[in-house]
């Protein structure tokens, strides 16, 4: 069964013109979210500057095949660069926009012998970003934090005044990168605003995430682990809603410094239902083994996006269906039917 894409490729992500002239840097770029900001920026019209280092946490040459439709755009130029040893001052001349979306991804991956790259991806690296950014001011600095933060809070929809309590190494580090970006807006002014990230899916998902692994094993009949029998839930999100909050948070930095605020899609539902739907989609039975639930997985995830909206003007566009729609038929592109 072939399916007819819905991507956010050829839409203006709304919010786009309130950055006036800018010229944006995109930390991450050749990963999943930063990618299709990039494409975002640059499809408005934006001169981008996109940097990555490729860190091996996934094969290099997914990463490549994410910066193909960029590298043939004439506002976009690309940078490898670690940003742990880089020079930065040199990485952000001219830049005004900055949208961080580099890191090391992955709760389960975050314990024992792993951990320091998650200290130094995550939380070092943010902070010479920020520190850099004090001797060459932007007018926004928009950080990619996540609902990891929370674990496995008691507050379902869960509002940005609950405690954060991680329950993942994973992420202890993105709390602590978000409270270096707090430290230097109240201290330095720099207007940094962290968005917490609800489970991202669409078009280019880390190979690691279970909507690439269910779509992957429908399609090519492997089999896909369930961790935790599958009533475990979150809120997923479509990149393209991600794209536009980022563009929304940036527009309106200088208010917001210091900020955090949730990002979800509206989209709460039980991982067996997400199979359920593929199924229902693809015409396929998942073939699955149940394993338990693994070190570092929150049990639920539901945002209240209230602040998002009444502050950015932020509200989830995309349904899960047309989401999922967009997903598997990428993913189709790249397995033989
Ligand atoms: N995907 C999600 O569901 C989700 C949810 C919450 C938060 N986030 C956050 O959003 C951001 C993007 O996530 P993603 O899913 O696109 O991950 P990703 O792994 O696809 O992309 C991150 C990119 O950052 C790059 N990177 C890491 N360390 C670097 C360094 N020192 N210098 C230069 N580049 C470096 C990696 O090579 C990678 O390409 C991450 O910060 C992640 O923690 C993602």
Redesign the pocket.
Known sequence: MRLTPITSRGRQPKGAQGLGPARCLV??????????LAEGLVQAGYPVVG????????PRLI?ER?LLELRGQSNFQFV???????DLGRLLDGITHVF???????VRASWDADFP?YV???I??TQRLLQAVRHAPVQAFV??????IYGNTRELPTSERALPTPVSP?GTT?LAAEHLCRLYAQTFGIPAVS???????GP???PD?AFHKICSALLDGSEFEIFGGGEQTRDF?Y?AD?VRANLLAASSAAQNAGRVFNIGGGNRVTLNAVIHLLETLTGRRLKRTVTPQQAGDARHTYADCSAAEAALGFRPEWQLEAGLVAQLASIQERVPA
């Open positions: 930390t991450g770029v050749a990963g999943f979210v930063g990618s299709h940097v990555d280092s490729f860190v091996d946490y996934y990463k994410n490898e660069m670690d940003l742990a040893t880089g961080h979306q580099a890191g090391q991804a992955g790259r130094v991806n995550n070092l690296v950080f990619a934090s996540s609902s990891s994973y993105k968005l917490r990230y609800f489970t991202v899916y280019r998902q880390r995430m999100t990149v991600i």
